[in-house]
């Protein structure tokens, strides 16, 4: 579990640092009308995004509150790869070693 917790923790770290350094200097508006003028680039984004549901299905079985879970979906939605690393380190912490409680939440 340290392993998983460290991997999170570096997660949320480097998508803290990307994501600063993409709004100081990039231009979203922009640079995002290009990616989606590209095929890989339409491709890259449903695969984020298929991705992105697929963890998403898994915060609404582990989940117990309905709210909860539906800010942690648009934070996953929005903030990406930050706020999935962030959920992860949470509930590392939270289950107390326990791998059953980690994967399964309300459910184990």
Known sequence: ??????????????????????????????????LTSLPWGIVSLVDLYVGFTLFSAWIVYREKSIPATVLWIIAVMTLGAFAVSLYALINLYASRGDWKKFWLGKNA
């Open 1 to 34: 579990m340290k392993l998983a917790k460290t991997i999170a923790l570096l997660g949320v770290i480097a998508m803290t640092a990307v994501i600063t350094y993409g709004f100081a200097v990039g231009d979203f508006a922009a640079e995002g009308a290009v």
